[in-house]
């Protein structure tokens, strides 16, 4: 597990488009499955980094709270399943079901929609507004397995309610950490080397 920070994609970046499988409906998702959401929040996760595990209960509930709103989410896990069992899509189903995830969790096998969003860790959280223009990149807040603080999701939610207000987010905002992506061998993208 190498300890890895978000890249901080450039604010005001357009949404990559991507066409993966929900692993739990078996649904092709892909950007315009929220067209008609106000906000949209992609999130990088996987089940076996301790980092996700920390704050995976906070996941489950963002999705309950924001279930009613203008919030979509989409749930993206891009590990290489062949060294990282866990990951693999069946895995993840069941990890979606116990959790009882509202939205989506897609797997990402080619990896190239994780390039993309140059997500670099797990988790990682973009947030985009009504014109898929990121304004948020970072942590969901700043606890973090063994630093004793709650995990409260203060960081992403309040992104993610001045959106839903049809307010900028502040850009002071902190990278996330948790583990690297499991990169493929020799698939490692090259902001990541």
Request: aromatic fraction near 8%; charged fraction near 25%.
């Amino acid at each position: 597990m190498a300890r890895t920070e978000s890249t901080m994609l450039a604010l005001g970046t357009v949404a990559p488009d991507f066409q993966l499988p929900d692993v739990v409906s078996g649904q092709t998702i892909s950007l315009s499955t929220f067209a008609d959401k106000k906000a949209l929040l992609v999130m990088f996760i996987c089940r076996h980094c301790p980092y996700v595990k920390h704050v995976q209960q906070e996941l489950a509930k963002l999705g309950r709270d924001y279930k009613d709103t203008g919030l979509g989410i989409v749930a993206i896990s891009a590990n290489d399943a062949a060294n990282y069992p866990e990951d693999a899509p069946e895995s993840l189903k069941a990890m979606a079901t116990e959790l009882g995830f509202t939205f989506p969790l897609c797997y990402d096998e080619s990896q190239e929609t994780a390039k993309a969003y140059t997500a670099a860790c797990t988790p990682d959280f973009f947030l985009f507004d009504s014109d898929r223009k990121l304004v948020y990149r970072g942590q969901l807040d700043d606890s973090r397995p063994q630093n004793g603080l709650p995990v409260t999701g203060k960081d992403l939610r309040a992104a993610i309610d001045a959106v839903l207000a049809g307010q900028t987010p502040s850009e002071d905002q902190k990278p996330s950490l948790g583990c690297n992506i499991k990169w493929k061998p020799g698939n490692e993208p090259a902001y990541y080397r």
